[in-house]
């Protein structure tokens, strides 16, 4: 989070031997769905065409929206879910969730989709060895938007998440409401005040509480915990996770009924204590089968606000309750609720806390486990991929050069890396590696280089102490 | 025969009760269970429980008795000192609250009876009541009369299914022009819904009920896209826990929760507002 003015954009770090190297697809502000190989080459863009988030699918599909609802009246609402060939063809599309007339806008069907959708065959909508999704049928999971109002939670209109399922023809044949199960997420009598007062109400449509506000939806597909017995790992039973409400939530496919959970009080055990706050986190799904890691949970944790809690000196109404100025993308074991691997700003070689936020991205954020056991992280606010070995070696870097014009940030909402063999349209690129650039001697043009032209020397001055770093002499003390 | 009328203190309801009782010089007793009736009313509901309604909130006040008859609530209150029995059909305990008065079926009374309903409901308007009413399609004219005469703010209208079945599900014959008349009022009121519950039907030939299908629910939905002309009516088509029981795929007389979106599916064609309502 802490940029200069100026720095390079583009892929800036890339070891093709330590890379699993492939595709990546991210949706370019204000350009579309963009494909780059692992050098930063923009291989294919899908121009305009929306994606919360895109996907990749074998075959050289790509998978996002034609349009957004006007944001006057809805909120993050994409008008449909569709998949689009290479030459830009949509071949399969799904819109007819809900007929809206918004004033002087075309009476339409919308899917009101927001943040995810999974299509049959893959759990979490990126590469798993034998695990492709399906092209040319089966189901569709999507995340959706839909207005009503809850006593339980407030007499305010919400803006509620749900979750259908939507044949290849575009039935719907199950769907799953979000407030249905209010009394199951284990809301203090303090989050359920300030949730009844202002459920994270939003001025769009005339006011409407993005309450939950999920941002993330998937399988779980075969694992191991269900292969020993335990019935809330279903296969087919569905991670989500809730900004708004630092919920991490496993449902189950049948009844609806909440399977497993993390959150919203992460006090509430020894445990969670040790687990640290889980804060306004992002893309929260369990690491497929034939990955390394498989059956433990990967979700960026972003820090930043959320939550609803006690009224505190950081937030006076208990609104985003919960405060963290730096990230962190974790793999938890979903048994013992214990740390597997973690990417945090110590990994990431930044001092705590003092340079804790060089690892932050505050909202939108995703993390993705490749075959190599490398993760794949979009550092969002910022517009950063990266690529990390599992003893946390950065081996890519890219970061993104489009900034919004209406949000003036060149944020990347979530990327995924696919092989190169999803895009047959295209030989295997080049790969060529890009070694770090030393800082301390790198020049802008007109700059002068490093060195001093005189030194003197001043009898007397000591030189410094170079004492461990939990006894350095600054003005906060340093974690370690 | 004393009139009895119990009450609790500060509610509306009972003092429209009393004001009627006042205005028509009918003698009564008022009793307020909070204060000195406490005990009285403590021995009438012991003697008289199976004919009191007690909802989630509570029991509805008032509560009324001749030494004969008992009614409760305002609406059934009212309707007795009308027309005695006579209005049953048209009115029962209601479940709304503070200004709201529903319980009020259209199609469920005598329609020679009519007037009698007709200037009760007058009677709640003139004490500022909002009335919600519900028809089956039946009395047609009524709800027109009631509709010119400005006595309804929400009708509900439970459209049973598609014509050819229609009768069956009522239980009596309708005159397919009642029911369509009925279909092409009910959108001219303040607010209104249309609706279909989800119920086994005998069909021509079949020896067991079975329930609707989404062809009928389409079929109905076409109905109300018929005769009103629009494809953007608020309609909700209602499933009852007990037609719904999770996990007996195999059992033909429940249907498989998942299977209630292809109702909605089929409806959505004739009209693209409908909902579900688990009820």
Known sequence: MTYPSVYPTGVTIYNPEKCWNGYTVFQAEDVGALVIDMNGAEVQLWKGLYGFPNKLLPGGYVLGHTGERNPMYGMQDNLDLV??????????????YEYIEDPGEKPQWMARQHH????????????????EPRVDGGNTLILCHKNLKNP??????????????????????WEWICSDHFDEYG???????????????????????????????????????????????????IIWDGRETNIIAIIDKKTGK??????????????????????????????????????????FDNGGWAG?????PGSPKGIKSALRDYSRVLEIDPITLKIVWQYTPAEAGYMMPFDSNRFYSPFISSAQRLPNGNTLITEGSGGRIIEVTPDHELVWEYISPYWGKAIKLNMVYRAYRAPYSWIPQLDPPEEIPIERIDVTTFRVPGAAPIGRKKETRVEGVLPPYTPPPEYAALCVAADV | MNNVIFTIPGCARCKIVKDFMHEHATPFEEKNVREGGKEDFQHFYTANRRAIYRGQDGIEFPVFTDGVVIRQGLGPVLAYLY??????????VGTLHKEWVDGLHVSGGNIEDADDFIAMLHYLKSKAMKLKLDTNGKNSHLLNRILDEGLADFVVMDVLGPRRLYSHILGENIALADLERTISIVPRFPEYRFQTTIVRVRREGDLTPAFLTPEDIAETAELIEEITGSKKHPYFIRFLPSTLEPGKSQDADSILPNAIFSYR???????????????
């Open chain 1, 308 to 312: 609803y809690g006690a009224p505190n």
């Open chain 1, 258 to 299: 909440l399977t497993w959970k993390l959150g919203p009080d992460y006090n509430s055990s020894k445990e969670l204590k040790a687990l640290g706050w889980i804060i306004g986190q992002h893309h929260a799904h369990m690491i497929p089968r034939g990955l390394p890691g498989e059956g433990n949970i990967l979700v």
């Open chain 1, 152 to 173: 339980k939670i407030s007499d305010k209109l919400l803006l509620d998440d749900t979750i259908i399922e939507v044949t290849w023809q575009g039935d719907i044949v």
């Open chain 2, 265 to 279: 599916t089929a409806a959505r064609v004739h009209q693209v507002l409908t909902e579900i309502e688990k009820i």
């Open chain 2, 83 to 92: 027309g005695g029995k006579r209005l049953d059909g048209f009115v029962s």
């Open chain 1, 187 to 237: 809301f203090s009598e303090e989050a359920k005040n300030i949730l009844c007062r202002d459920p994270n109400m939003r001025p769009n449509g005339g006011g409407m509480g993005d309450w939950m506000h999920t941002n993330s939806m998937s399988v779980l597909g075969p694992n191991k915990w269900y292969d020993a017995g335990d019935e809330r790992f279903h296969p087919n039973n």
């Open chain 1, 116 to 131: 995810d959708y999974q299509r049959e065959g893959n759990p979490v909508g990126y590469y798993v060895p034998g695990m």
């Open chain 1, 83 to 96: 998949q689009v060939d290479w030459e830009g063809n949509i071949v399969w599309r799904f819109n007819q």
